[in-house]
């Protein structure tokens, strides 16, 4: 009887903690690519639909719109739990992929493109309501280690187009059409699978935590890896459906198994806290002065006892110090925050339209369909890959070195220039080093730009204020994409057709063949890239000050008064000797 109680309560525990929450989180992350992945399906609607490429590059402007305003979400988040918001995700997700599949099989009228607009934003911006209820979730309950928690956060999201590609032929083989429809229902379930695993949790800060997070680390890793080893036989062998199932349940093993670290790390909680349920402190004369029953300690992590309106507009222009909590419209009208959004729009907007643009990019540069595939699922590994090293190496200098988080945007966005200009050039087998690099360099932006956001502006509002400033993003893929790389791209595929003696018929989509496509296109994104390391300087100036300091020092403080607080309240005899083992301890 015993024994079954045990086991239920144990049970119990690793349903409801902590490290499941996180766990769900990298699964909903892995299933929330579809944005991602609009190079494998935008092919798709160009041809069903007879689309120019401006008309599909304002597709994939509102895809891009979507997936980034995400201050509805934020701002639902403030005042409901995250049920709400992955719940309203999970319809959105559905509607507006379940509608492009319906358009580009042709199994409803042709819409009108404002129609295909309106639907693909509603499935992009699914992912900012998952990623608010998800990941803003995972930073409240583990504000420590953020760097890496949301390197690998992020890191499942860059890594989701080529999880999904890898399950979606097990599905359905080579049927391109049908992924909208894969996209529709995969992500939505998982999203209702777990909405009351995904909440608000007391903090209870521990030395271990960095280590199963590293554990995570590795899995994913090896995830990883095995997606592009993958990718690279997929690109010597035909496969069969069949053979795509066995890759699939691979990739799925791996996926859960991070399971395994969950109930190893709750399994070694139950045990320290059934064998530390009643710890005695025994004074010089050996009597017990104090029994004390373990219970996790909330962390609070607010500066001010006082309720302060998030939109209170008394000293917006006289904020705190940099790692304080700002009200949102203090963080709206900083410096701060207007050289963090010109950093996205000129950066992110240049990489958002090299990833929008792969599918045409490489059938114009005479690549072959399945390379195409390859380049897509290659800048979602090393998406992945930029997200999970540089939110490490950015944790690592900042907490080790004291080096400005900030500076890695300016690294980063001068690596990005090569891929940009390898693109222009048309340098030989340059796309797939291009794929390479701007996936890298994407993927680093991200845990960058939520960590940044939640130090500089603190954690109280990080919910809108992430959102906030991830808005830039499709801003600077309306100048780039739509408003200079459509623009230039049917402008010189207009030019082929006359020199051919050619006319475009109506409803024929309108291609461009050769280097000169994209040539003009990304040597103006270089520049606007080059433009954007600019506005990174004046972020790393501005914060010098607050990284040269122990940014997690205020956490540590509040931790450790927690637990003198504790020790105060249920040993009154034995204080003194409690809290010098309690300095020792922290």
Not at 427 to 438: H, M, Q, R, W
Request: charged share 15%.
């Amino acid at each position: 009887m015993g024994s079954w109680t045990d086991m239920k309560g144990f049970t119990l525990q690793v349903l409801t903690g902590r490290w499941l929450m996180l766990f769900a989180s990298f699964l909903m992350m892995a299933g929330a690519g579809a944005s991602y992945s609009f190079g494998l399906y935008s092919n798709d609607i160009k041809s069903s639909l007879g689309y120019t490429q401006t008309t599909l590059n304002l597709i994939s402007f509102f895809k891009d719109l979507g997936a980034n305003i995400g201050i509805i979400s934020g701002l639902i988040n403030e005042i409901t739990p995250p049920w709400v918001v992955l719940s309203i995700g999970a319809a959105f997700n559905f509607f507006g992929y379940f509608m492009i599949w319906l358009a580009v099989t042709k199994k409803i009228a042709k819409p009108q493109v404002w129609h295909m607009c309106m639907y693909i934003t509603m499935g992009a911006n699914s992912h900012t309501f998952i990623n608010t209820g998800a990941l803003v979730t995972c930073v409240k309950n583990f504000p420590r280690s953020r760097g890496l928690l949301l390197g690998l956060l992020e890191g499942y999201i860059g890594l989701s187009a080529a999880v999904i590609a890898q399950i979606y032929h097990a599905f359905y083989g080579d049927d391109t059409k049908s992924f909208t429809l894969f996209v529709a229902w995969l992500p939505s379930t998982l999203s209702l699978i777990f909405l009351r695993t995904i909440r608000i949790m007391p903090v209870i800060p521990s030395k271990n935590d960095r280590n199963v997070l590293h554990k995570f680390f590795f899995i994913s890793l090896g995830l990883a890896m095995f997606l592009l080893v993958i990718i690279i036989v997929e690109q010597q062998v035909d496969f069969t459906q069949s053979e795509y199932a066995g890759s699939a349940a691979v990739v799925v093993f791996l996926l859960f198994l991070p399971l395994a670290v969950v109930v190893a790390e709750e399994q070694n909680i139950w045990r320290n806290n059934r064998l530390t349920s009643t710890a005695e402190y025994i004074d010089s004369s050996g009597q017990n002065q104090l029994s004390i029953i373990s219970s996790p300690v909330p962390l609070v992590l607010t500066n001010d006892d006082k309720k302060v309106s998030c939109w209170n507009w008394n000293h917006i222009f006289s904020p705190p110090q940099i790692g304080n909590d700002y009200t949102i419209l203090q963080a709206v009208f900083s410096i701060e925050m207007l050289a963090l959004f010109l950093t996205t729009l000129c950066g992110l907007g240049g990489m958002l339209t090299m990833m929008d643009n792969l599918g045409q990019i490489g059938t114009a540069l005479g690549y072959s369909l399945g390379s195409v595939t390859t380049f897509v699922s290659l800048t979602s590994i090393w998406c992945y890959l930029g997200e999970v090293m540089v939110g490490m190496l950015s944790e690592i200098f900042v907490t080790k070195y004291k080096c400005s988080r900030p500076l890695m945007f300016t690294l980063t966005l001068l690596l990005s220039c090569i891929g940009h200009l390898l693109i222009a050039f048309n340098v030989p087998n340059g796309l797939y080093a291009a794929a390479i690099i701007i996936g890298f360099c994407f993927g680093g932006q991200w845990p960058l730009i939520f960590s940044v956001t939640s130090e500089i502006f603190g954690l109280k509002h990080c919910s809108t204020l992430n959102n906030i400033g991830v808005m830039a993003c499709p801003l600077g893929s309306y100048l780039l994409n739509v408003r200079v790389t459509g623009f230039l791209y049917d402008k010189e595929a207009e030019k082929q057709l006359k020199a051919l003696g050619l006319k475009r018929k109506i409803g024929e989509g309108l291609n461009c063949s050769g280097g000169q496509c994209y040539k003009l296109p990304f040597i103006i994104i270089t520049g606007a890239t080059m433009l954007g390391v600019l506005f990174s300087l004046v972020l790393v100036l501005r914060t010098r000050k607050f990284y040269s300091s122990d940014i997690y020092k205020k956490f540590k403080d509040e931790t450790k008064a927690a637990e003198y607080e504790t020790v105060v309240a249920r040993n009154p005899i034995g204080l003194e000797k409690s809290s010098e083992k309690l300095e020792v301890e922290t």
